[in-house]
């Protein structure tokens, strides 16, 4: 018991209830924002230290003992989460002031944005399979208003499709639940992992297992990425990025949780499916990124790419694999934010999203310029630059566990993402200058500076200092490959049978 | 009881994946319904459907009904609802801005 566990979700969400109170004051709900979310990152990193020493947290909601009750849980992989969940969400924040417009600010855009992040760490920490229903749904509910808040045109037929797709498969996540909570007579994780391990994992479990994997994969974008591309191009920069960063992530987060936890009797089916879709993802998510001279489509078409890369770790399913997933997910959470406000800023300043209608930013903005060159190196994954670790160790696992093809589309796809990315470069920063300061159509401000400085640090220092962190990732691969650790935290000593 | 509660289900699947494929915004929407009603009287049927036996277990009680399934769907049918309205008011508003509620004008292909 550890009501620490549950403050995550309760900070964030309370907060933004008072801002909806105070719907007038702007100023005073950008800093109740900030000071919120860094109140959540000192919650996390002590949540960090406390599963180093003592193992996995719970708290059993209302005092209700485990398969009775709603479990809240934090292992390490989630606590790690919520700290990178934490840092993505402040810059975010604070890169939405001048760029997000008077009248989203005043349109409830500061509380929505506190609701997604309730629903992401509430995702994140949840026990409970259903809860983990309630928490995608309080974080989509969120993201349509946020995908929509502005009604453009389109932003309108954009947010229409995502809501759409987004019903569909929540409603077939209702439909594995059923049948899984008909094969096994519960819901919660622990006991859900207990119940599979002693009736062993059969034909309808894996089938139900699988549905699952569907039902999260259209929310991960793993080859159900389908919606991606267009969702994520039509709303402002800020809410892009988050969306960018974290939605998909929590789809990759609970394919992690069910296939390490719950489903993982039956990898020669279930993990090998997984690598198929993951190869695949990376596949056409590189295609993608190459084939279009939109800034908005690359950098969506790498989003995909990503999660199609931290995938195969999970299909290698080797320790050295898990290891790397985790790097490769704090690394791409703080990336995909990163480059896309930096693509933001880009199309803030020349008007466009079209690479050919722009030439040599670098003249005017250089920091910009150098600063969007160290993280398309580090989306890369070129030392001593934060993605380089993540790679090495899902290569080195998929190799482990004897699935060359696998490891070698994923460094191939790597090749295909540089190019994407050097061609925003070379197009956008290199070449003659057409644009003059006056001609711009926007500038950078001192918020936008420092947010993207500030994560651009955070990408360096992820890759320099990535010793400093391995203790913590080292912890949270063991924890996942053994999930009886999770059991014993939620369950007690003696699993009640 | 089981089996036909089975086919009922079918049948609103059906429906709604039918209506989902339809051109018009708002027949998609009843289809996204539909569907999500069919997922709550499968979460009901799946928790097993007994006669008379209230859910709770008392002493001298030899049957019970399993209460969870309910508050399950209680749940389900809040956020269903709450989804659908906001649904429904986004594509009224996508209806006056874009002057059209056909899916196949609503594809967003590059400089129409």
């Given at each position: 018991m550890n009501n620490l566990v549950i403050l995550p979700i309760i900070i964030p969400l309370i907060a933004g209830l008072i801002m909806i109170l105070i719907r007038k004051?702007?100023?005073?709900?950008?800093?109740?924002?900030?000071?919120?979310?860094?109140?959540?990152?000192?919650?996390?990193?002590?949540?960090?230290?406390?599963?180093?020493?003592?193992?996995?947290?719970?708290?059993?909601?209302?005092?209700?003992?485990?398969?009775?009750?709603?479990?809240?849980?934090?292992?390490?992989?989630?606590?790690?989460?919520?700290?990178?969940?934490?840092?993505?969400?402040?810059?975010?924040?604070i890169y939405s002031f001048s760029t997000i417009g008077r009248e989203r600010e005043a349109?409830?855009?500061?509380?929505?944005?506190?609701?997604?992040?309730?629903?992401?760490?509430?995702?994140?920490?949840?026990?409970?399979?259903?809860?983990?229903?309630?928490?995608?749904?309080?974080?989509?509910?969120?993201s349509y208003v946020l995908i929509s808040l502005g009604g453009t045109k389109l932003q309108l037929r954009e947010s229409i499709k995502y809501i759409l797709i987004n019903v569909i498969s929540s409603s077939l996540f209702l439909l594995a639940i059923a049948y899984l909570y008909a094969i096994t007579g519960t819901l919660n994780l622990a006991h859900l992992s207990l119940r599979v391990a002693e009736v062993g994992q059969d034909g309808l479990l894996t089938t139900?297992?699988?549905?699952?994997?569907?039902?999260?994969?259209?929310?991960?974008?793993?080859?159900?990425?389908?919606?991606?591309?267009?969702?994520?191009?039509?709303?402002?920069?800020?809410?892009?990025?988050?969306?960018?960063?974290?939605?998909?992530?929590?789809?990759?987060?609970?394919?992690?949780?069910?296939?390490?936890?719950?489903?993982?009797?039956?990898?020669q089916i279930t993990h090998l499916l997984i690598g198929i879709l993951g190869a695949i993802?990376?596949?056409?998510?590189?295609?993608?990124?190459?084939a279009y001279w939109d800034i908005k489509k690359i950098l969506t078409y790498n989003v995909i790419v990503g999660v199609g890369f931290i995938i195969i770790g999970l299909a290698s399913f080797t320790s050295m694999g898990m290891m790397g997933s985790i790097y490769y997910l704090i690394h791409d959470i703080i990336i995909k934010a990163l480059i896309f406000l930096l693509g933001g800023t880009i199309i803030h300043i020349t008007g466009t999203s079209k690479l050919k209608d722009m030439s040599g930013l670098i003249r005017n903005h250089?920091?910009?310029?150098?600063?969007?060159?160290i993280a398309a190196l580090s989306l890369s994954g070129i030392p001593p630059l934060s993605g380089l670790l993540g790679k090495i160790f899902i290569?080195?696992?998929?190799?482990?566990?004897?699935?060359?093809?696998?490891?070698?589309?994923?460094?191939?796809?790597?090749?295909?993402?540089?190019y994407s990315i050097m061609k925003i470069f070379m197009n956008g920063f290199w070449g003659e200058t057409y644009l003059s300061k006056e001609m711009e159509k926007g500038s950078m401000t001192k918020s936008m500076t420092l947010a993207i400085g500030c994560l651009t640090a955070m990408t360096?220092?992820?890759?320099?200092?990535?010793?400093?962190?391995?203790?913590?990732?080292?912890?949270a691969t063991d924890s996942m490959m053994n999930p009886h650790e999770y059991l014993e935290a939620v369950l007690g000593k003696n699993p009640i049978r | 009881m089981e089996t036909s509660m089975s086919i009922l289900i079918g049948v609103l699947f059906t429906i709604g994946t039918y209506l989902i494929l339809t051109k018009s915004l708002l027949r998609i929407i009843?289809?996204?319904?539909?569907?999500?009603?069919?997922?709550?009287?499968?979460?009901?049927?799946?928790?097993?459907?007994?006669?008379?036996?209230?859910?709770?277990?008392?002493?001298?009680?030899?049957t019970f009904t399993d209460s969870l399934p309910q508050a399950l769907i209680l749940t389900a049918i809040v956020i269903n609802f709450a989804v659908t309205a906001l649904f429904l008011v986004l594509s009224y508003r996508t209806y006056k801005t874009l002057g059209t509620d056909d899916m196949d004008q609503l594809r967003g292909i590059e400089d129409e």
């Open positions: 004051k702007i100023l005073v709900q950008r800093i109740i924002g900030i000071f919120t979310i860094i109140v959540m990152g000192m919650v996390s990193i002590s949540l960090m230290n406390q599963i180093k020493e003592n193992g996995i947290q719970s708290l059993q909601a209302g005092g209700w003992e485990a398969p009775f009750g709603i479990s809240i849980v934090a292992d390490m992989f989630s606590a790690i989460l919520l700290l990178t969940t934490s840092i993505v969400a402040l810059f975010c924040f349109h409830y855009f500061y509380p929505l944005f506190l609701f997604l992040i309730t629903g992401v760490n509430g995702s994140f920490l949840t026990g409970d399979l259903f809860n983990l229903f309630v928490c995608f749904e309080v974080m989509l509910i969120s139900v297992s699988l549905l699952f994997l569907i039902v999260f994969g259209m929310k991960a974008a793993l080859f159900l990425f389908f919606w991606l591309p267009g969702s994520y191009s039509a709303p402002p920069t800020a809410v892009a990025a988050i969306f960018a960063a974290l939605l998909t992530k929590v789809g990759i987060y609970a394919i992690f949780r069910l296939f390490t936890l719950v489903f993982y009797h039956e990898p993802t990376m596949l056409l998510g590189a295609i993608g990124a190459v250089p920091y910009l310029g150098w600063m969007f060159f290569t080195r696992g998929t190799f482990e566990a004897e699935l060359y093809w696998l490891g070698a589309i994923g460094l191939m796809t790597s090749l295909m993402v540089l360096i220092a992820l890759g320099l200092g990535a010793e400093g962190i391995q203790v913590y990732v080292q912890h | 009843l289809g996204t319904s539909i569907i999500s009603h069919g997922v709550n009287l499968l979460i009901l049927t799946m928790g097993g459907l007994k006669k008379g036996g209230p859910p709770l277990l008392g002493e001298s009680s030899t």
